[in-house]
């Protein structure tokens, strides 16, 4: 029989998963750019969470902590050889892709223009870009979830906004 303080942890460890999980896969998505390894990559988070749930509930900040070990394990991912491989398979026969109405349709969309955008910015930008702007998260939070001091997390913010923007205005998706 399960005790009341161990079931105590265990409703607040699902509580804070049921609230974070959809954040802990956008994050993921943005730095491995693949939904089977972003999917991937949160399982192993919570795999490897599960096992220290009694140390996450005491924390000041779980989410943040959680969004940090999902950035390290996408990262991770990233370095791997395999998925390096399989990445460069992939972009090598999208090149040979047969362009149907529905994905010139999908190239025209502001919103797509601005995923493939993002895809141009180095990781760290990338991913401070998508917590802000994708999950709200405040700077203080973004800083500690990635492991940046606040003023990378701004400078980050200013370099990323800037260069989507100039890359919006060079593509003629957006007016001056």
């Known amino acids: 029989m399960i005790g009341a303080n161990a079931s105590t942890i265990l409703d607040h460890y699902s509580s804070i998963i049921t609230s974070v999980r959809d954040r802990l896969y956008r994050l993921a998505l943005r730095v491995v750019n693949d939904a089977d390894e972003a999917e991937d990559v949160v399982q192993d988070v919570l795999v490897k969470s599960w096992g220290q749930r009694d140390e996450i509930v005491r924390l000041d900040n779980p989410p943040a902590w959680l969004l940090r070990m999902t950035k390290h394990q996408a990262i991770d991912r990233?370095?791997?050889?395999?998925?390096?491989?399989?990445?460069?398979?992939e972009a090598a026969a999208s090149d040979h892709d047969v362009r149907t109405p529905y994905r010139i349709a999908a190239a025209n969309d502001t919103l797509g223009?601005?995923?493939?955008?993002l895809q141009q910015l180095p990781p760290a930008q990338r991913m401070v870009l998508q917590?802000?702007?994708?999950?709200?998260?405040?700077?203080?939070?973004?800083a500690e979830a990635t492991?940046?001091?606040?003023?990378?997390v701004?400078?980050?913010?200013?370099?990323g906004r800037h260069k989507i923007r100039a890359?919006?205005?060079?593509?003629?998706i957006s007016q001056p």
């Open 154 to 159: 701004k400078t980050y913010l200013h370099r």
């Open 167 to 172: 890359l919006l205005l060079k593509e003629k």
């Open 147 to 152: 492991d940046l001091t606040m003023q990378q």
């Open 78 to 89: 990233l370095r791997s050889a395999k998925v390096r491989s399989a990445r460069e398979t």
């Open 131 to 142: 917590l802000r702007e994708v999950e709200g998260m405040e700077y203080q939070e973004i």
């Open 113 to 117: 223009h601005v995923h493939r955008l």
